[in-house]
């Protein structure tokens, strides 16, 4: 290099090229330094590179019904697919030409489907009953779409147990009432809509005490589940 000009091989002409091709000047007083743009900070960090190679989706409206602070894994992953309508319901798979009949098998009078299933049946609606008369909590008579919608706009404080409980609530419930049903057609097994609704509430009851708080349970939480402070 001679003053600002840098002088390359004759045998090497492909460098020159490359060099004619650089918008800007390097400082040849200041040390090369890395610099990422994929972020306006210039600094690389792993989320920078995901946020670039990921497909971008509207986010899911209904995240916090499914993924909050308490949630059940196994029964927030049921929520999720049954949120997309993906679950094995007797009418997808005999649209899918698996099954010769879409009967359901919880109350043996209509056509499973993810809006029937969860709510409109009447095993299922008994269930609710208990649950919601339990823990101070009516779920507006919607199709299932639209409550899941209702309940994500209704219930948004991450924190407020009072939002919390009804989001278990939901998930709990359908985690079981989709469990019994499975229990009927694989295993035989039935169970009454007064033992599944039991287990869901000793099972919301028991996660409630065991669940971390950072303040002392409200008293009207603990005299709905009877439990005792912490």
Partial sequence: MHGDQWNFPASSPDLQVLWSSISFNPNPYMEDHCVWKGHHSGTFTVHSIWELIRESRPENCVHHLLWFKGHIPRQSFILWVASKKRLNTMDRLHSAGMLAHTTCILCAAHEESHNHLFFDCHYSNSVWRTICSKGNVQWPSLPWNQLLIWAANTYRKGKDIMHTIP????????????????????????????????????????????????????????????????
Avoid at 174 to 182: G, K, S
Avoid at 197 to 213: F, G, Q
């Fill in 167 to 230: 989001r278990l609530m939901l998930s709990t419930t359908v985690y079981f009432l989709w469990h019994e049903r499975n229990r009927r057609i694989f295993s035989q097994q039935f169970q009454s809509h007064h033992s599944t609704s039991r287990d869901i509430l000793e099972l919301i009851r028991t996660h409630i005490i065991n669940m971390e708080h950072k303040r002392p349970i409200l008293d009207s939480v603990c005299h709905t589940w009877g439990i005792q402070q912490p």
